[in-house]
Each structure stands twice: as structure tokens, then as C-alpha cells.
């Protein structure tokens, strides 16, 4: 069964860090490309960060650009979003998301849908 | 950047058609997909490709694409399609974009 399983969430201070994972089975773990999206309270869904099959690129949503860090560890079928200087606004249901189209070794089809998602973990940002 | 324009709120008796939609600049040359959210769980998708449907996901939901107006056609609403559903798509200039989100009750 394909599934993505995420830690790590939890209550931290303004200005504070925190390193969300994404434990990933049931597929070849390497060869998608993956996000992170998180949703408010009770708002919408933003995209935060993707990356590539091989890790070899990351893109942000301009929120987060220069505090958070999106990486993989293939080996240990892994993601994960290390988040720094954390503010208020942060404060969501942090879900990962694979990417249902196929990576190549030198592209990843990054219109696809996210076809699998996390049950999500949430991060609360408050003093 | 790129926006995608949803209505809050859709309402529909059970039994009849229910059809959110989501407007962007030239969506129609886009792929556009669709997820549904119920209270307390994670998204899932589906519609993708504008009009694929992922394996079971019932024929009674479908999407179309054209012009600035893509469009989620739930046919035969249930109970159980009362949601949220969200558009998405990705823009070379703007990444991954979702819409505001609908709010589809079943009267």
C-alpha cells in the first residue's frame, strides 16, 4: 500500500525551528517528485515546498523562501522540511504530497497531480 | 502570479448535479486538477489532467477545461459528497497554485 506518513509537528516559539519528516512506502520513493502543502486553520491550501526524485532541485513558495529547507534522504525513503525563524503565520496542518508524475534522471513532470497525500502534522507557532 | 478564482459555497439537492468551478488567465492551456477535503482528513485527489479519474474514484465525478473556466461536475450528489473541493495547477511563473477552495453542501 502506498503511503506517506509525517512527524514531528508540535507547539514552538516565534522564532523558533522545527524539522518535519516524511516517512514514505509503497513505491519507488526516488523516482517522484514530492511537496509540502499546509492549510491554515480553518483557510485554504498552500503549496510550501517540492523537490525533485534525486534532490537535485527545490523550489518554495516566496512565504517561506530563506527560512525553510526542503530535503530527501533516498536511502531511508525519507522527506523533510526544515523550518527556521518560524512566525505566527505558520501556524497549519502540514501535509507531505507525492507527485504522480515520473522524475527522469534529468526532469520531473512538474504539472502533475498530487496523487498521495499524509494524514498530516501540525505545527502551532505561539509564545 | 497566477490565481485561480473559486466560489466559496455550491449547494445541491441529492440526487442532482453540482458543478464548482475554477477561473485563471488561460486555464484552458493548463492541466487542472481537483481534490476533495471532508473535515479532519487530508485532501485527495479526484480528478487530475482536467478530466482523468485516479482508480476509485466513482464515475459520477468529471472535469472539463476550456478558456479561463475549468470545471468539477459531481452528477447524482450524495450525502458523502459534502466537502471541500480545491483546483490546482502548476505555472511556470507562480509553482503550484490552488484555488480558494468550495464549500459543497448537500441540502
Known amino acids: 500500500e502506498v503511503q506517506l506518513l509525517e512527524s514531528g509537528g508540535g507547539l514552538v516559539q516565534p522564532g523558533g525551528s522545527l524539522r518535519l519528516s516524511c516517512a514514505a512506502s509503497?513505491?519507488?520513493?526516488?523516482?517522484?517528485?514530492m511537496s509540502w502543502v499546509r492549510q491554515a486553520p480553518g483557510k485554504g491550501l498552500e503549496w510550501v515546498s517540492a523537490i525533485s526524485g534525486s534532490g537535485g532541485s527545490t523550489y518554495y513558495a516566496d512565504s517561506v523562501k530563506g527560512r525553510f529547507t526542503i530535503s530527501r534522504d533516498n536511502s531511508k525513503n525519507t522527506l523533510y522540511l526544515q523550518m527556521n525563524s518560524l512566525r505566527a503565520e505558520d501556524t497549519a496542518v502540514y501535509y507531505c504530497?507525492?507527485?504522480?508524475?515520473?522524475?527522469?534522471?534529468?526532469?520531473?513532470?512538474?504539472?502533475?497531480?498530487?496523487?498521495?497525500w499524509g494524514q498530516g502534522t501540525m505545527v502551532t507557532v505561539s509564545s | 502570479s497566477y490565481v485561480l478564482t473559486q466560489p466559496p459555497s455550491v449547494s445541491v439537492a441529492p440526487g442532482q448535479t453540482a458543478r464548482i468551478t475554477c477561473g485563471g488567465n488561460?486555464?484552458?492551456?493548463?492541466?487542472v486538477h481537483w481534490y476533495q477535503q471532508k473535515p479532519g482528513q487530508a485532501p485527495v485527489l479526484v480528478v487530475y489532467d482536467d478530466s482523468d479519474r485516479p482508480s476509485g474514484i466513482p464515475e459520477r465525478f468529471s472535469g472539463s477545461n476550456s478558456g479561463n473556466t475549468a470545471t468539477l461536475t459531481i452528477s447524482r450528489v450524495e450525502a458523502g459528497d459534502e466537502a471541500d473541493y480545491y483546483c490546482?495547477?502548476?505555472?511556470?511563473?507562480?509553482?503550484?497554485?490552488f484555488g480558494g477552495g468550495t464549500k459543497l453542501t448537500v441540502l
Open positions: 488561460n486555464i484552458g492551456s493548463k492541466s
Open positions: 509503497g513505491f519507488t520513493f526516488s523516482s517522484y517528485a
Open positions: 504530497a507525492k507527485a504522480r508524475g515520473y522524475c527522469s534522471s534529468t526532469s520531473c513532470h512538474w504539472a502533475a497531480a498530487f496523487d498521495i
Open positions: 490546482q495547477v502548476w505555472d511556470s511563473s507562480s509553482d503550484w497554485v
